[in-house]
């Protein structure tokens, strides 16, 4: 801007516009240092979204195989487990290899309160 | 059917010696009466108002009958028979009753002595033990084996009293691969059992396979089931095997009348064994600790509890699965691992290993041309 003079004057307001003009300069160059700032951030926080979405669904595709490989292991359908809870009363007994305090009925006790 | 009997009187408030001492010194005419109410509470036949006033007369008709089948599988009568008690207890009997060359027996042994000649050997009484012998079929251990030899295809391991081959009716329709099957499917239980916290390595366990074994267990087993076949039969031996089973729990006064205390019913019946020169079989620990895990595990495959692969897990885990919903059941895998042991050490098969193991070098198949 200090080439950018208005040529041909010489009344000395020359030396008051140069003084706006580097107070503007000023808070140009801060905006320009807030605006880098500003778009620094939400670069930065876009990698790492990106980033983590990418792994997340590489993760998914190569561990897909071993998903499939674990047991499924289902919540057993209402009939069977009433069966299960009526077979385990019908069979509750004492165990006489244990001491008198403990017997199976204890173990199997929540058993007997679901089949009630 | 006898030890559920003293599981209700446990229930009611008895400690378990002291119900265990009701139930080998009762009545016999008692003990048949709760076999009817047992019966009627199956609701497997149509029993008249006549057995049924008749039952509420017992002496333990005012304790409730618990499940809808309360009496142990013919599985659980099998391998308590093996043991031989059946036989030894005959021999002591017959010596009471012959003689004191076993000494005078006390009054809780002349009780006990009652109610086994009733319950075991057929002595009269106003009620058969559940009409599974009768002129035609007169021996209650032929009766028996007829039915072990059409459920599992299987004898027991040792002949007559006197090691003569044993007479009874062997069927032709009888499940002669149940022991293959069943064998196979507690191989596949130890490798899931072995797998459950596998993370990370091979993992050789194979719910479909469970599933598939199990369903086809379920068939041959339900063949031979079909409108309530053998059922009474197995009451009655559920009832004689379970009555052997509790005399030799606890040191009764039978126990204590022949000297044969111990600290285990395989030790007991092995000295009361000695004691009528009848010894009892070498393995009879292990069916005394897998006779009851066997009435539950057999049970659970003929109700068909596992009806997909899914559901295999009831029979292997021994607590239910994390997502298993409110107020799961608990699965058999305690009963089923104890089976494979026991089962492993009185057939001595390695059932934790493959008998043939997967030959990798074995050629491809040929290419059909």
Request: hydrophobic content about 40%.
């Amino acid at each position: 801007m200090a080439g950018r003079g208005i040529k041909g004057t010489d009344d000395g307001s020359g030396y008051a516009e140069q003084g706006e003009n580097a107070e503007l300069r000023r808070e140009l160059e801060n905006l320009k240092e807030f605006v880098g700032k500003l778009a620094q951030a939400s670069s930065i926080e876009h990698i790492f979204t990106k980033g983590f979405d990418d792994i997340k669904d590489q993760l998914e595709d190569k561990l897909a195989p071993l998903r499939a490989l674990a047991p499924v292991r289902a919540v057993l359908p209402e009939k069977a487990a009433a069966s299960l809870r009526d077979i385990r009363l019908s069979l509750n007994r004492p165990n006489f290899n244990l001491d008198e305090t403990k017997s199976i009925a204890s173990d199997d006790q929540s058993a007997k309160e679901q089949a009630s | 059917m006898i030890l559920q009997l003293v599981q209700s009187l446990v229930d009611r408030g008895e400690t378990r010696d002291n119900a265990a001492g009701l139930v080998l010194s009762a009545d016999p005419f008692d003990l048949m009466l709760r076999m009817e109410q047992v019966w009627d509470a199956a609701n497997i036949t149509q029993v008249s108002l006549a057995r049924q006033n008749l039952w509420s007369t017992g002496d333990f008709s005012n304790l409730p009958v618990a499940g809808s089948l309360p009496w142990d599988h013919l599985g659980y009568a099998y391998v308590l028979e093996n043991t031989r008690a059946v036989q030894i207890l005959r021999r002591v009997v017959r010596e009471y009753r012959a003689g004191e060359a076993l000494g005078i027996p006390s009054p809780g042994t002349q009780r006990w002595l009652n109610a086994t000649e009733a319950l075991l050997f057929g002595a009269a009484n106003p009620l058969s033990t559940w009409l599974s012998t009768s002129s035609i079929r007169d021996d209650p251990e032929a009766v028996r084996r007829n039915a072990y030899w059409r459920l599992f295809g299987l004898d027991l391991a040792f002949g007559d009293e006197g090691n003569g081959s044993p007479k009874y009716v062997k069927a032709n329709a009888a499940n002669t691969g149940f022991v293959t099957l069943f064998e196979e499917l507690l191989f596949e239980l130890w490798q899931a059992m072995s797998n459950e916290r596998n993370t990370s390595g091979a993992n050789s366990s194979d719910d479909d396979r469970i599933y598939r074994i199990a369903e086809q267990l379920r068939y041959e087993l339900g063949t031979r089931r079909k409108s309530d076949m053998l059922l009474r039969e197995e009451l009655a031996a559920a009832t004689a095997l379970g009555w052997a089973d509790l005399t030799v729990s606890i040191d009764s006064p039978l126990i204590v009348d022949l000297r044969a205390q111990a600290t285990s019913a395989g030790d007991r019946l092995r000295l009361i064994g000695d004691r009528v020169g009848l010894p009892a079989h070498s393995q009879s620990a292990s069916f005394f600790a897998m006779a009851a895990d066997l009435s539950t595990f057999l049970r659970a495959i003929e109700a068909g509890i596992v009806s997909g692969p899914d559901y295999a897990w009831a029979l292997y885990l021994s607590q239910p699965p994390q997502g298993a919903g409110a107020n799961p059941p608990k699965p058999i895998g305690s009963e089923s691992r104890r089976v494979i042991t026991e089962w492993a050490a009185a057939t001595g098969k390695d059932l934790k290993a493959r008998g043939k193991p997967v030959d990798s070098n074995r050629p491809r198949l040929v290419a059909v041309r």
